[in-house]
Every structure is written in C-alpha cells, then in structure tokens.
Nanobody, 125 residues
Framework: QVQLVESGGGLVQVGGSVRLSCAAA????????MGWFRQAPGKEREFVAG????????DFADSVKDRFAISRDNAKSTVYLQMNSLKPEDTAVYYC??????????????????WGQGTLVTVSS
C-alpha cells in the first residue's frame, strides 16, 4: 500500500507555470507506474500525464503535450508535474495516482489503485 500527497497547487495567471509534487509514503515508489489526472467542476476526471516505473517512458494528453512535463525521483519517492504556459482550461483539481500492476502508465483512471487527495490549480485570466 502507498499513501500519496499532492502539493504545489494554487492561483496562477494565464501563461504562468507551476510545479506539482506528489509525495509517496509506504511501499517504494519505484514499484508503481504513476499518473496525473485532473477534474474540473462538472467534468469527468481525465488523464493528464503518466510515467513508467523507471521514468523512461512518459505519456501526455494531447491537450497538455508540449506544455507539461512529468518526472519522478524514486529516491525521494516523489513525482512531479511541471505545468507551463497555463490556460484557463487547465483549472482543475489535480490528482496523482499509483498503478502497481503495470510498468507503463495507462490513461484510464480505473487502472490506478491509489490516489492522492488532490490539489487545486486555478488559472486566472
């Protein structure tokens, strides 16, 4: 089992940047493929980015490709989401999630067993 805690959210202006962190406690983070998801008010939770156990493979939603980056530091048990060139439509609660079954990240939320509590990112124009 692993506990996940996100941090780094807040209010940011259009075009700005923010870095989210997801700290893991419990089983070694290297045992999990990790994903970042987001949920805006009235919308379904959607995949944002994912990273493989080793960090060698990353995947991004088309809406954030070329603007966001995902990385992980297994020694620090932390996964990061660097968000650049933010747009109002990026406003959402961002969640990190851990998948202990697969090596490569997947885009469906159902595949992730462990979730953090979320951190709110608000992009103002």
């Amino acid at each position: 089992q692993v506990q996940l805690v996100e941090s780094g959210g807040g209010l940011v202006q259009v075009g700005g940047s923010v870095r989210l962190s997801c700290a893991a406690a419990g089983k070694a983070l290297s045992s999990y493929a990790m994903g970042w998801f987001r949920q805006a008010p009235g919308k379904e939770r959607e995949f944002v980015a994912g990273i493989s156990r080793s960090g060698a493979v990353a995947d991004f939603a088309d809406s954030v490709k070329d603007r966001f980056a995902i990385s992980r530091d297994n020694a620090k048990s932390t996964v990061y989401l660097q968000m650049n060139s933010l747009k109002p439509e990026d406003t959402a609660v961002y969640y990190c999630a851990a998948d202990f079954l697969r090596t490569i990240p997947q885009r469906l939320p159902i595949g992730y067993k462990y979730w953090g509590q979320g951190t709110l990112v608000t992009v103002s124009s």
